[in-house]
């Protein structure tokens, strides 16, 4: 789908009146971007014989960047399906009891799939902005300013998905589930709080 479109394309149908893509495709991209802006730096770092005492953890955290990125790009369009299964659920007819019940099991599915996508979301930013904290004190100086983009990407991505699992949660009728899943949101928090910042404040140490 949008991944094998133009920015441009993907830009128009973000700003249009219709409802997809919407805030958690965009999360997504953002999640995807800060992944991409970690590997980058890790590549430039890599390879390089003035970092050779930090070359493993370089082509570690590459590896870590490449596969959230990835992650992170599938989620783009998987977020745009989910919001349109719940959609078609929406639709079903409602005229009997029976019909009430299955539209009610299928909407509460598809609900349950739409906070699932935003939270692993949320685990990959999380990931990603880890990545970003051990990278910018390892990484060629020269591309440190891109870690700091890493982690302000990462960042948006988390808590444009965030909102994407609460919206959904407040909709959920599982009990248990909703309470596993903000109890795991407020940890994710809770580990991340502050990480961004202390990226961005060694970042602009190193480049003056």
């Given at each position: 789908?949008?991944?094998?479109?133009?920015?441009?394309?993907?830009?128009?149908?973000?700003?249009?009146?219709?409802?997809?893509?919407?805030?958690?495709?965009?999360?997504a991209?953002?999640?995807?971007?800060?992944?991409?802006?970690?590997?980058?730096?890790?590549?430039?770092?890599?390879?390089?014989?003035?970092?050779?005492?930090?070359?493993?953890?370089?082509?570690?955290?590459?590896?870590?960047?490449?596969?959230?990125?990835?992650?992170?790009?599938?989620?783009?369009?998987?977020?745009?399906?989910?919001?349109?299964?719940?959609?078609e659920?929406?639709?079903?007819?409602?005229?009997?009891?029976?019909?009430?019940?299955?539209?009610?099991?299928?909407?509460?599915?598809?609900?349950?799939?739409?906070?699932?996508?935003?939270?692993?979301?949320?685990?990959?930013?999380?990931?990603?902005?880890?990545?970003?904290?051990?990278?910018?004190?390892?990484?060629?100086?020269?591309?440190?300013?891109?870690?700091?983009?890493?982690?302000?990407?990462?960042?948006?991505?988390?808590?444009?998905?965030?909102?994407?699992?609460?919206?959904?949660?407040?909709?959920?009728?599982?009990?248990?589930?909703?309470?596993?899943?903000?109890?795991?949101?407020?940890?994710?928090?809770?580990e991340?709080?502050?990480?961004?910042k202390?990226?961005?404040?060694?970042?602009?140490?190193?480049?003056?």
């Amino acid at each position: 789908m949008y991944l094998e479109k133009s920015i441009a394309h993907y830009l128009k149908d973000c700003k249009a009146e219709i409802p997809t893509p919407g805030g958690g495709s965009v999360a997504a991209l953002a999640g995807a971007l800060g992944a991409s802006m970690a590997a980058m730096a890790a590549n430039f770092t890599k390879g390089r014989e003035k970092f050779q005492a930090v070359e493993g953890e370089a082509v570690r955290l590459l590896a870590e960047s490449e596969k959230i990125m990835d992650a992170c790009a599938a989620i783009i369009d998987e977020d745009i399906e989910a919001y349109n299964g719940f959609s078609e659920a929406s639709k079903m007819p409602k005229d009997s009891d029976e019909q009430k019940a299955e539209r009610t099991k299928a909407m509460q599915a598809a609900l349950r799939r739409a906070m699932e996508v935003p939270m692993k979301m949320v685990r990959l930013c999380a990931a990603q902005l880890a990545v970003a904290n051990k990278l910018v004190d390892i990484a060629n100086p020269n591309l440190v300013s891109d870690v700091g983009v890493s982690a302000i990407m990462a960042e948006a991505g988390l808590q444009g998905a965030r909102l994407n699992v609460v919206i959904n949660l407040a909709y959920l009728k599982d009990a248990e589930l909703v309470a596993q899943t903000r109890a795991e949101l407020a940890k994710i928090l809770d580990e991340t709080a502050g990480i961004r910042k202390r990226v961005l404040e060694k970042v602009l140490q190193k480049i003056g």
